[in-house]
Nanobody, 121 residues
Framework: QVQLVESGGGLVQAGGSLRLSCAAS????????MGWFRQAPGKEREFVAS???????YYTDSVKGRFTISRNNAKNTVLLQMNSLKPEDTAIYYC???????????????WGQGTQVTVSS
C-alpha cells in the first residue's frame, strides 16, 4: 500500500516556475515507478512525466525542456520542477505510483488527491 500527498501548486504568471512535491508513505516506495498526470477542466487526464525506480525519466512532448521530474528514494519523495510555465499548463496535477514504467493512467495503482496549478497570461 502506498499513500501519496501532493503539494506546491498555486497561481503563477506565464513564464514563471513552480515545484510540485509528492510525499509517499510505505516501505515499498522505491520499487514503484512514479508519474505526474494533469487534468484540465473538460479534458481527460493526461500523462506529464514519469520516473523509474532507478531514475530514468520520461516526458510528454509539450513539457520537454521545461519540466524536470526527480525522486529521492531515501526521503520517499518525487518532485516536478516546472519552468517557463504557460497558460495551457493550467490543470490539477496528480502524483501516481505504478509497478511498471508506463504513460497509461490505467496502469497506475495509487493516486494522490491532486494540487491545482494555475498559470495566468
Amino acid at each position: 500500500q502506498v499513500q501519496l500527498v501532493e503539494s506546491g501548486g498555486g497561481l503563477v504568471q506565464a513564464g514563471g516556475s513552480l515545484r510540485l512535491s509528492c510525499a509517499a508513505s510505505g516501505r515499498t516506495f522505491r520499487t514503484y515507478a512514479m508519474g505526474w498526470f494533469r487534468q484540465a477542466p473538460g479534458k481527460e487526464r493526461e500523462f506529464v512525466a514519469s520516473i523509474s525506480w532507478s531514475g530514468s525519466a520520461y516526458y510528454t512532448d509539450s513539457v520537454k525542456g521545461r519540466f524536470t521530474i526527480s525522486r529521492n528514494n531515501a526521503k520517499n519523495t518525487v518532485l516536478l520542477q516546472m519552468n517557463s510555465l504557460k497558460p495551457e499548463d493550467t490543470a490539477i496535477y496528480y502524483c501516481a505510483a505504478t509497478p511498471v514504467v508506463t504513460t497509461s493512467p490505467a496502469m497506475y495503482d495509487y493516486w494522490g488527491q491532486g494540487t491545482q496549478v494555475t498559470v495566468s497570461s
